[in-house]
């Protein structure tokens, strides 16, 4: 009789727990987390600034000298490129 009760209980509880329906896997009872974030710098469209432009009109006389006319709107970069002129070419007749 003790026997027929135990098997009774065991059966009971086989069916209990195949009514059950399972979990799905992405609902299971973990616990929800933060979503992620990420942070991305703004990308500067900008690069290195580009140097001044100075522009340069170069003359070459009868006698084979050369002179030169500069402009533009960074005087220090106006004096570079003369010197620079200065020591390739000679000194410009004036």
Known sequence: MKQKFWICVVLTIFAIAC???PVPPGEKS???QAPK???EKEKSERGHPLPPEVKIKLKKDGKDQYSWEL???DADQILKVNEK???QLGEPSK
């Open 19 to 21: 009514e059950k329906q």
């Open 30 to 32: 973990a616990p929800p």
């Open 37 to 39: 974030v990420v942070v």
């Open 71 to 73: 402009s533009g709107s």
């Open 85 to 87: 002129l200065r020591k």
